[in-house]
């Protein structure tokens, strides 16, 4: 079967502010577009068999800075997660919502509210269903040896991995897939293999915090960040909240 580079999308103006973006048509930052433009040197000159992209504007605009002349094919079975009404929420606020614990420590069981509100497993179903779909179509097309790119966001990458390491849903906020990250997944007939996970090739020198302030309502250190974490600018080693 063929391989899969998962691609999140760059830092938005929303994960700079704390806000969970959810499905508004928000756009990179300048960070992003750096990030962007840095993943875009790792990928330019790769034998990508397809390149494929969640309909947002941030994961189309983080490949037409990646890979300009690339027309990725829009799969909306990569969209982010439907967060309902938290959408365009304050994770600092979100954080003390009956619900955020839940999101935590048992996420399958999680409907998120409103009209708009999607169930973290419908999520996790409709976004392996959709890369399995995609990645069968380009093996049948270009060969077992073929390499192809799907850009999605933190929350559905994870679902993805969660999925190809065997881990029930209640265990995927274990992982951490930043913006800009590239994490490798090749399925087999038996079995997935996770090949690389939320590659960035930043300086390990990130894994330095400076001392902090943690004011009241901060996101705990032992909770995920819903949507995905922030990840770090360039030469700055604080963390950031993401949407």
Known sequence: MATVLLLRHGRTTANAEG?????????LDDD???????????????????VVSSPLPRCVETLSVALPDAVPALEPGLIE?????WEGGQLHTLAKDPLWPVVQHHPAAVTFPGEQGESMPAMSARAVAAVRAWDAKVTSSH??????????????????VADALGLHLDQF???????????????????????????????????????RDRGDGQVADSDAVVGGDAGRPAGDASRAADG
Do not use: M
């Open 19 to 27: 806000i969970l973006a959810g499905r508004r048509p928000v756009g």
């Open 32 to 50: 992003g577009r750096a990030q962007a433009r840095a993943v875009g040197g790792r990928l330019r000159g790769l034998p990508l068999a397809a």
């Open 81 to 85: 997660v439907g967060y309902g009404d």
């Open 143 to 160: 060969g077992p040896d073929a390499l192809w790119l799907a850009c999605s966001h933190g929350d559905v990458i994870k679902a993805i």
């Open 173 to 211: 906020q274990r992982i951490v897939v930043e913006p800009a990250s590239v994490t490798a997944v090749r399925f087999t007939p038996t079995r997935p293999f996770l090949l690389r996970l939320n590659d960035t090739g930043a300086d390990l020198r990130v894994f330095v915090a400076p001392p």
